[in-house]
């Protein structure tokens, strides 16, 4: 796990120098406005997994904005984490996360195998760029915290990918 991390970790740093703000970007327009608004309903996949895997599929919408050469992006969402094993267990997820290099997430997970359930809390903390984050997540338990078979830990990696553009003001 230690070697993914710094795998990851080593990406973001190699490709972050593409996305910095040059010195003649500032020296030539010091009141850059904000440019390209764009707000889409997107269906969201993902990825989260330490002991357990799950798969993750839902729908979104994903606002960015950028001004020069920086860019933030933020994402509301319903989905679904699905682990399928011996037994199937569902976790209906609503959440919101917001990136420009580093992103932050808070997600509301109802986990259940139809004969338990366990409410939990997840706030994450990683990097995030445009529509992909990549994140480090601890689940709260808020009911039943002997439910098994929740990471109490979790990477998880998610993309969002725009189906319908919204109309925005600027």
């Given at each position: 796990m230690k070697r993914f991390l710094t795998i990851i970790l080593f990406i973001f740093c190699a490709i972050s120098p593409l996305f910095g703000q040059s010195e003649t970007d500032s020296t030539l327009n010091k009141s850059v406005k904000p440019i390209n608004p764009d707000k889409n309903i997107s269906i969201l996949t993902g990825i989260n997994f330490w002991e357990n895997f799950y798969g993750e599929l839902g729908v979104g919408v994903y606002r960015n904005r950028q001004s020069g050469y920086h860019f933030a992006g933020?994402?509301?969402f319903v989905s679904n984490e699905i682990k399928i094993d011996d037994k199937i267990l569902i976790g209906p997820k609503a959440g919101v996360?917001?990136?420009?290099?580093l992103a932050f997430?808070?997600?509301?997970?109802?986990?259940?195998?139809?004969?338990?359930s366990s409410l939990r809390f997840r706030p994450e903390i990683g990097m995030g760029l445009g529509n992909v984050k990549i994140v480090y997540g601890y689940n709260i338990p808020l009911t039943n915290k002997n439910f098994d078979r929740i990471n109490k830990s979790n990477i998880g990696i998610a993309v969002m990918f725009g189906i319908k553009k919204i109309k925005t003001n600027p």
């Open positions: 933020l994402a509301y996360w917001i990136g420009g290099g997430g808070l997600n509301l997970i109802y986990y259940t195998d139809f004969d338990e």
